[in-house]
């Protein structure tokens, strides 16, 4: 089969139990994808805690367009279009910092963090009908917040956030709730990943793990006592693991470790244990949510394993955000999310762990940058283009909710992924 080039036959690139690889590979899928999901649909910006300070910004990108996420002096997080009013410069040049006013390198209009134009460089030069209060920085067409998740669209138009997540949000309460306040804090610095190779390739795969990282997994199985390998209950991506895949809806999929987390539990306590104060974070979460609910979050340990199509994901500690750059190239930010409320020894924990997969010193994630520039590089080979995705396919089930699930090696997530995604793109 041909690449099709008529939007009414992306759908059809879909299958039950296949996907064409046309879609990872051709340029003219790539630039519908920027217009009809990373220009439409709901994509999250980052979190109002990254932004403690009135005044603090990150400058990114929605599809092509690109914005900024600031917290104003009057304390509202507000995501801007980075455009100037004038003739269209950006206006802010740095990816992060802390500014009460963005000043246009161009002519030097001024803006204040909350959006009007304050200054006018030469102000007699216009006429009586310039207005500054028509000209301050434009808002994109809609911004709503979950659990202090930013998320913004481009459309004007369209389903409600609250319609959107459906039922994954859940999932980012219980990567709040791990703090026994309900709050986070995501200042501790970020790692970036940039690898040759489609965006669609990022996450949620429980069938690799046991393979590509079955070397780190045996490392924390052999180094017990205060390592992740004791948050597990054997080997977590193990058919007879008792864990899960769900497909939530709307592209958005699970990993759901809770079975085997909850069946190891009290491993898990006897570790936190062993911290400093470690017995507090475990008292502080009964008393703020209940025995049963606290025991449920404790066993979860922020780790929900999500991800909100399209391009927010929450493994481990990390709050992940995806950026396609074009067909074959991604950009990957982790923000590891600290709790607020616990002993600093939880906190502590939490970062060695993310740090021992994660980032430029992990054991896992360059694996992962690897096989997917491999992935790409394999298929450019397009004589046979359809890629099999049928795993789990003959036992997976379907709630009442409308969610399917599946064991946690199954690809349930891949399926679920590529149907919001032919969701997104037949959109009219
Ligand atoms: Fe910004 Fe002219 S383009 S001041």
Redesign the pocket.
């Known amino acids: 089969m041909n690449a099709p080039h008529a939007l009414s036959d992306y759908a059809h690139l879909v299958q039950p139990d296949r996907v064409h690889s046309a879609i990872y590979t051709d340029p003219a899928i790539f630039e519908q994808e920027m217009t009809r999901i990373f220009h439409r649909a709901w994509l999250c910006v980052g979190h109002e805690a990254e932004l403690p300070n009135p005044g603090d910004f990150r400058a990114t990108t929605l599809g092509r367009q690109p914005v900024i996420m600031v917290r104003g002096e009057d304390g509202q997080v507000r995501v801007f279009m980075n455009r ?1 009013r ?4 950006t206006v802010c040049e740095t990816e992060t910092g802390n500014a009460r006013f963005f000043t ?1 390198w ?4 001024v803006y204040r963090n909350t959006g009007p134009l304050q200054d006018v460089p030469g102000p007699a030069g216009y006429g009586a009908d310039f207005h500054k209060e028509d000209f301050g920085l434009t808002l994109v067409p809609r911004q709503a917040s979950y659990r202090g998740f930013v998320f913004a669209s481009l459309a004007p138009t369209g389903s409600t956030l609250a319609e959107h997540l459906g039922p994954a949000a859940k999932y980012l309460d219980i990567y709040m709730d791990a703090s026994p306040v309900g709050d986070i804090d995501v200042t501790a610095g970020v790692h970036r990943t940039r690898y040759r190779g489609n965006w669609k390739f990022v996450g949620m795969d429980g069938y690799h793990p046991h393979y590509t990282h079955r070397s780190v997994l045996d490392a924390w199985r052999r180094r017990s006592g205060g390592n992740m390998a004791d948050t597990h209950h054997g080997d977590p991506f193990a058919d007879e693991s008792g864990n899960l895949t769900r497909d939530l809806g709307n592209g958005h999929v699970l990993l759901d470790f809770l079975p085997g987390r909850m069946g190891n539990l009290d491993r898990y306590l006897a570790t936190l244990r062993k911290l400093p104060q470690g017995e507090d974070y475990i008292q502080a979460m009964h008393t703020a949510y209940g025995e049963q609910r606290g025991n449920e979050l404790l066993a979860w340990a922020g780790d929900p394993h999500v991800g909100i199509y399209p391009n927010l994901q929450l493994i481990g500690v990390q709050i992940r955000l995806v950026r396609p750059i074009s067909v074959d190239e991604t950009e990957v930010l982790m923000f590891p999310g600290l709790l607020k409320g616990v002993p600093a020894s939880v906190n502590s924990l939490r970062l060695r762990q993310h740090e021992s997969f994660y980032g430029p010193s992990g054991a896992g994630s360059p694996d992962d940058a690897e096989l997917f520039e491999r992935n790409q590089e394999g298929l450019q080979a397009s004589v046979e283009p359809w890629l099999y995705l049928a795993r789990g396919l003959n036992r997976e089930r379907v709630e009442p909710d409308g969610t399917r699930v599946g064991l946690v090696g199954d690809e349930t997530t891949q399926r679920g992924q590529l149907r919001g995604w032919a969701k997104l793109m037949a959109e009219a």
Do not use: A, K
Not at 86 to 89: L, N
Not at 106 to 109: F, R, S
């Open positions: 100037c004038h003739r269209g410069m246009c161009y002519h030097g209009w």
